[in-house]
């Protein structure tokens, strides 16, 4: 017998009839949509149980560097480490930066020499 030549039929225009996937095959997250879970995969830090592990790895490490960053400036700010000091521009002086259209401060902040001697006068 003669091979059967099979039919294919032509694409029919509408919806598309299938339905996509809307689960994660390496996570196995389930999404509200197909496009949602196009997104999750085009992510640069990808996903997995070893990218999920670094993502909190990384997370874990900001929140500490953050919190010491604050538990610093909270301990800096007791012992008066920023001073305020104000600078007095003459007549020529502002006319020169205005017209360089330049804004000038009246405050400028300045940091002591050393920590030590900070909590010294703070301690007076």
């Known amino acids: 017998m003669a091979p059967v030549l099979r039919h294919v039929s032509k694409k029919k225009p509408g919806r598309p009839k299938t339905r996509k996937t809307k689960t994660c095959w390496r996570c196995h997250v389930t999404f509200s949509s197909c496009t949602k879970l196009k997104g999750h995969l085009e992510r640069k830090s990808g996903c997995g149980p070893k990218a999920v592990a670094a993502q909190a790895a990384r997370r874990k490490k900001a929140s500490r560097l953050s919190s010491k960053v604050q538990h610093l400036k909270r301990q800096l700010d007791k012992v008066g480490w920023w001073e305020v000091h104000e600078v007095i521009l003459d007549e020529e002086t502002k006319g020169s930066e205005a017209i360089a259209g330049r804004q000038y401060d009246t405050v400028e902040f300045k940091k ?3 920590l030590a ?4 006068a703070a301690s007076r």
């Not at 001697?117 to 010294?120: G, L, M, P, Q």
Request: proline share 14%; glycine share 0%.
């Open 117 to 120: 001697a900070s909590r010294s």
């Open 112 to 114: 002591p020499m050393s």
